[in-house]
C-alpha cells in the first residue's frame, strides 16, 4: 500500500488553517496542524517525511522565521512549500529560494492554485 502523503500546515488562525487543511486533503494529504513552527517541529518529529509545507512566515511569538523552514527541508529535500505572509515586504532570507510566497489575505482559489502550482498537482472539479 503506498505511503499516506503528508502535509504541514503552521497558522496561528484556527479558520485559515482549517481552509488550507481542506484544501490539502482534497488532494489526497493528510494534514497536521499547528500554530507555530516549533509547535509542528513536534508533531512530526517521527514522521519519516513531509512532503508539503504550508507556513505563515514569521510566525507569533517566534523569533526566528525560517526555524522549522531549515529543519523540515533538511530532512525533506523535496518538501513542497508554500509561504503565507502577512507583509509583503517581510524579508525571507531563511526561506528555501523555491518556496512559493503567498500574500494574506488570499481567496480560497489563491490559495488552491498557489498550492497546485506548489505541488505541481491539480484536483478536477
Do not use: C, W
Not at 529543519?71 to 508554500?82: D, F, P, Q, T, W
Not at 494574506?104 to 478536477?124: C, M, N, W, Y
Amino acid at each position: 500500500m503506498p505511503r499516506q502523503l503528508l502535509a504541514v500546515v503552521i497558522e496561528p488562525s484556527l479558520p485559515l488553517a482549517q481552509a488550507v487543511s481542506d484544501v490539502l486533503r482534497q488532494r489526497g494529504y493528510e494534514t497536521v496542524t499547528s500554530p507555530t513552527h516549533a509547535g509542528a517541529a513536534r508533531q512530526v518529529e517521527q514522521r519519516e517525511r513531509v512532503d508539503v509545507l504550508v507556513a505563515a512566515v514569521p510566525a507569533p511569538g517566534e523569533e526566528h522565521a525560517g526555524a522549522y523552514l531549515e529543519e523540515a527541508r533538511g530532512k525533506n529535500g523535496s518538501m513542497s512549500i508554500v509561504i503565507m505572509l502577512s507583509d509583503p515586504n517581510e524579508p525571507l532570507d531563511d526561506a528555501p529560494a523555491d518556496a512559493l510566497r503567498l500574500i494574506k489575505p488570499f481567496s480560497r482559489q489563491e490559495l488552491t492554485d498557489a498550492i497546485d502550482r506548489a505541488t505541481g498537482s491539480h484536483v478536477p472539479e
